[in-house]
């Protein structure tokens, strides 16, 4: 590298999983702030201030105050995910900001774990893991511990979108005869390749025997849950309502350990690791330092979020 070529100073949030720290480390024109741990509110608007490029996960609010705080030669927010909740896309277009995500690359891990928590709930699996573990094991007792098998079920998927399909395709493997699902618009073709029908949200739970929620956070969706009201989850919990429930994206997060919801055994709550593989993590850091390299250099971003 030229001695004399500009450096860009850019904030990085987090740490990466190694080939993606590598290729980070790798670009010579960068001057990084990069942090181990999560820091404060404060930490982060003091420590922005001046940047030309941040990236940043869901947990740091990207909105009005932080731009301000970081000044007018702040080209590029890359956000180290698919959801962007978190950056104000308005005030970011506003300030002539571009924001990028990480699309696509999580697919097939959020779907592998996705039907992981519908096998949790269906059959009882934390609740059998306790008992071998707490000494509560009753043998030869042919009614403990009855779970449901999902041989000739339907299923319903709200938000068929990729990973909803990709989800929806791993269970059919386990016997699921029929596939309902609702969305904003109807996916003629992936409900094609999964011979599923399109119906309204009231429908869909009269009629499902389990439902997989597939949807990203949006002003349209926050209140289907952020996305799950939590509320209504544990009255409904509390009232024996549901057979059982896989959480893998919860309202505030971490979760605090005395949430009621850790309280009922049907429960199962993950500490939102749906693309928690090293692959898909790594394929997530090399996009969103593409993303801000993009960004940094004047380039259309590769995966750029539009206003």
């Known amino acids: 590298m030229n001695n004399h070529q500009k450096k860009y100073r850019v904030l990085v949030t987090r740490i990466f999983p190694e080939e993606a720290q590598r290729k980070l480390e790798q670009q010579e024109t960068l001057d990084i702030i990069q942090w181990k741990a999560p820091k404060t509110r404060e930490e982060f608007l003091k420590q922005i201030k001046g940047m030309d490029g941040i990236i940043c996960r869901g947990t740091e609010k990207i909105n009005r105050e932080a731009l301000e705080a970081a000044g007018p ?4 927010i890359s956000t180290f995910s698919v ?6 896309i308005p005030v970011c277009s506003e300030y002539n900001v571009k924001v990028g995500n990480t699309p696509g690359v999580l697919t097939d891990a959020t779907a592998d774990l996705t039907t992981s928590l519908v096998l949790l709930a269906a059959r009882r699996i934390s609740e059998s893991i306790d008992a071998a573990r707490n ?12 779970g449901s098998q999902l041989t ?3 299923l319903g998927v709200v938000g068929l979108g990729r990973i909803g399909e990709a989800s929806a395709t791993r269970l059919k493997a386990f016997g699921i005869s029929r596939v309902l699902y609702h969305g904003r618009h109807q996916r003629k073709e992936q409900a094609s390749r999964l011979n599923a029908q399109f ?37 409904a919990l509390e009232e024996d309502l549901l057979g059982g429930v ?23 709550i993950l500490p939102h690791i749906g693309s928690g593989t090293v692959e898909t993590r790594n394929a997530m ?18 995966f750029s979020v539009k206003n």
């Not at 330092?289 to 259309?300: F, P, S, T, V």
């Open 199 to 235: 119906t309204d949200f009231d429908n869909l739970l009269k009629e499902e025997d389990g439902f997989i929620i597939c949807w990203p956070i949006t002003d349209d969706t926050r209140e289907l849950g952020g996305i799950v009201q939590q509320d209504d989850l544990v009255r």
């Open 73 to 76: 030669q702040l080209k590029v």
């Open 246 to 268: 896989g959480l893998d994206v919860t309202t505030p997060e971490p979760l605090p350990v005395d949430h009621p919801l850790f309280k009922f055994k049907k429960c199962v």
């Open 135 to 146: 000494g509560s094991w009753k043998s030869g007792d042919p009614s403990w511990l009855l």
């Open 83 to 88: 959801g962007y909740d978190h950056i104000d």
């Open 285 to 302: 850091g090399c996009i969103a330092i593409d993303n801000l390299m993009a960004g940094l250099e004047g380039r259309a971003l590769p």
């Open 152 to 154: 000739n079920k339907t």
